[in-house]
């Protein structure tokens, strides 16, 4: 991939504009969206002497549902039809060179921060855009998935910000991504309103503080596609469609403007990036779109998850590359520590991890990892936001409650005494818990943004300093890993994105990383502290032991959860993402 380096001077985008609608350089539309069944758009082909090519375009495969003809409007499969013309072959060469990347780790090539942009790095007078309308105050931010029934709970909350996930906490099914994009389109019109099966009404009220949290988006990540929306390039070739261009594409089109009248704006989490080069992607994305309805240059604004050990080294770049968009970074931890044994699980006991629970903030290589964002960001002028602690609360067991509110709140004063603007929580019953920490620190100031940490200085080493963790693998943590991952995997397959599981909040992120130390502690013949050998036949002994003692229900997944966890944890290939193959095989 020919790429330039990082230039010192702003970009200006040089792309076309079509308007809405026209059909100058854009696909028609055939088929009636309304009704159940099969729509798609169609182009007119053109000769060029050579050979002919027709014009991009996107052809819906997945049945529609009640109002989906409101989402999928002939106007918006115009405009995503033009962003993969435009952006789905760089897509391609990136997804290319993180598998480049991945080799030179597993050949033993450390990653280390780039000397080729040490100029950006040393620059001291740029700074990111930083916080747009409604942004100004992150101090608790709520996540969750974006059906109807958790976007009312997310937005009666009292949060100050609504994570809307169409990613990790969202099972990626058709019904899921375009049920969700209903819920935001009638979020941002303030007709939002749920009946459940039981007749259970639920409406928007804004809850404590009466006012309902500013949204940011979460889209898909590059690595995944959307199956049910195939794009046709100019040389008639098919392929299913990018899953962040789709989840972002529909989210602007029908929404950026009303967002924009109300007070607020564009807003996205951008997931699982791996380099610089995949920001300065998602830069290039979002001039593109803001010129293309009219909206003013540097309208949108990303905050960008730093959840991938390659994106560690490269949070100055990241920030760099979307400065005129960015509002700031966030410590995704639970995908961070997934990556790590994802990039280095073949090297040896050097990256070998202690069971799941031992895994905590404190250690050092994930504090270096923490401190060195939140110092990269005040030095920029950019927010640096806090992740999700999995304890979760039971309204039902108030000791399991009490025990979760002291880990929550040990870990939220942490981070507001590291120098975080905000934090994550999954459950509205943290959030008194997780403000009063920040409210500690922050007062009625709404943000720490001054301070720059100029005491943090990080190492390429104090990040790959795994061996730090310490610790032990124990037969119990072998058998909590089989049976988070297996019980995750049903519920996802059932559409069900975001899991209690053992009063922990479970999602993809921590799926992964129970199968990844499975796959891990078996490929480096791993001892556990009861001096059991870790090897694919006890494995698989245990877990024939915990699936016979899963409760079955009709309609369950557990059977077809199963085949993905072993294929993705006791194979000699590891998959990149569990979900991308059980994407394609069972939703």
């Not at 997934?338 to 280095?344: A, D, P, R, Y």
């Not at 494995?539 to 199963?562: C, I, K, M, S, Y």
Request: charge should be negative.
């Amino acid at each position: 991939m020919n790429t330039p380096p990082l230039a010192t001077t702003n970009r200006v985008s040089t792309s076309s504009t079509t308007g809405i609608g026209s059909t100058t350089g854009t696909a028609s539309t055939v088929g009636t969206p309304s009704t159940v069944g099969t729509a798609s758009t169609t182009g007119t082909t053109t000769n060029t002497g050579s050979f002919a090519t027709i014009e991009p375009h996107l052809e819906i495969t997945g049945d529609l549902g009640p109002r989906y003809a409101e989402i999928l409007t002939p106007e918006a499969l115009v405009f995503l039809a033009e962003l993969h013309d435009r952006f789905a072959g760089t897509r391609h060469d990136l997804l290319a060179a993180r598998l480049r990347k991945r080799v030179d780790a597993a050949n033993g090539r450390d990653p280390g921060f780039l000397t080729e942009t040490a100029h950006v790095r040393r620059d001291p007078s740029w700074r990111v855009a930083g916080a747009g309308p409604g942004l100004e105050d992150r101090r608790v931010e709520i996540t969750g998935p974006t059906d109807r029934k958790m976007a009312i709970n997310a937005l009666n909350s009292g949060a100050k910000v609504w994570l809307a996930d169409q990613e990790d906490a969202t099972s990626p099914t058709w019904a899921n991504v375009i049920e969700g994009q209903l819920s935001l389109f009638d979020t941002v019109r303030g007709q939002l309103s749920f009946t459940s099966p039981e007749g259970k009404e639920y409406a928007v009220t804004g809850g404590p503080t009466g006012q309902t949290p500013t949204i940011v988006m979460r889209p898909r990540g590059w690595h995944l596609v959307e199956k049910n929306l195939i794009f046709v390039d100019r040389a008639n070739r098919r392929m299913s469609a990018s899953g962040s261009l789709v989840d972002f594409g529909l989210y602007f089109f029908h929404n950026a403007k009303r967002l924009i009248e109300d007070g607020s704006g564009p807003y996205f989490y951008l997931p699982k990036l791996e380099s610089h080069y995949e920001a300065r992607l998602w830069d290039d994305i979002f001039s593109h779109s803001e010129e293309r309805l009219g909206i003013d240059y540097g309208t949108i604004r990303a905050t960008v998850l730093i959840e991938t050990i390659q994106a560690a080294f490269e949070m100055e770049e990241i920030l760099y590359e979307l400065r005129d968009h960015c509002a700031g970074l966030n410590a995704g931890r639970w995908d961070y520590i997934f990556s790590i044994i994802k990039t280095f699980r073949s090297r040896g006991r050097r990256f070998v991890f202690p069971d799941r629970k031992q895994i905590t903030m404190t250690l050092p290589f994930m504090r270096a990892y923490t401190e060195l964002l939140v110092s990269t960001c005040h030095r920029r002028g950019a927010y640096a936001i806090g992740g999700m602690s999995a304890f979760i609360p039971n309204r039902r067991d108030p000791e399991v409650t009490a025990r979760a509110l002291e880990q929550v709140a040990a870990d939220k004063r942490r981070e507001a005494t590291d120098g975080f603007d905000g934090t994550w929580v999954a459950h509205p019953d943290l959030i008194p818990t997780a403000q009063a920490e920040f409210d500690a620190v922050l007062g009625d100031t709404p943000n720490q943004v001054h301070r720059t940490r100029d005491d943090v200085s990080v190492t390429a080493s104090d990040l790959l300093d795994v061996a730090s963790a310490g610790g032990e693998i124990t037969e119990s943590g072998v058998r909590d890993n089989i049976k988070i991952g297996l019980r995750y995997i049903e519920s996802w397959l059932r559409g069900v994105g975001a899991a209690a599981i053992d009063n922990l909040m479970e999602d993809a992120a921590t799926a992964e990383i129970s199968r990844s130390q499975i796959w891990q502690w078996v490929h480096d013949n791993s001892v556990t502290a009861e001096g059991r050998r870790i090897d694919k036949t006890w494995v698989n002994e245990q877990v024939a032991e915990v699936f016979a003692g899963f409760e079955r229900t009709p309609g369950d997944r557990f059977d077809d959860a199963l085949e993905v966890f072993r294929a993705s944890a006791l194979e000699p290939e590891f998959p990149t993402f569990l979900t991308v193959g059980a994407y394609a095989r069972y939703l």
